[in-house]
Nanobody, 125 residues
Framework: EQLVESGGGLVQAGDSLRLSCVASGRTFNGYSLAWFRQAPGKEREFVSGISWRGGSAYYTDSVKGRFTMTRDNTKKTVYLLMNSLKVEDTAVYYC???????????????????WGQGTQVTVSS
């Protein structure tokens, strides 16, 4: 499975960005998908995820109300729309896939099987 992110860039605080992640596998519909981010000197952290079952996305508290994650199974793509960006959102953002068909949404790095190469998001003040 290959995941390819795009859409990162340099923006000012308050601006918006939309990240995309395209998957190449044949069983995309059966994967839970998530966005993680890693800031310099910090551990990779869960940002948002959508279960293989579909339904509403899950978010870490710091992005609730600002970020929206969606998935389009026909295009094998997930998106992360990031509004009202803050300096503290600066990080490399990674797309990840969990193929375990778990009944719960995975939020830890070790639970994900495939990762993209990451896309840099930099928010200036």
């Amino acid at each position: 499975e290959q995941l390819v992110e795009s859409g990162g860039g340099l923006v000012q605080a308050g601006d918006s960005l939309r990240l995309s992640c395209v998957a190449s596998g044949r069983t995309f519909n059966g994967y839970s998908l998530a966005w993680f981010r890693q800031a310099p000197g910090k551990e990779r952290e869960f940002v948002s995820g959508i279960s293989w079952r579909g339904g509403s996305a899950y978010y870490t508290d710091s992005v609730k109300g600002r970020f929206t994650m969606t998935r389009d199974n026909t295009k094998k793509t997930v998106y992360l729309l990031m509004n009202s960006l803050k300096v503290e959102d600066t990080a490399v953002y990674y797309c990840a896939a969990d193929i375990s068909v778990s009944p719960t949404m995975a939020r830890s790095v070790r639970e994900y099987d495939y990762w993209g190469q990451g896309t840099q998001v930099t928010v200036s003040s």
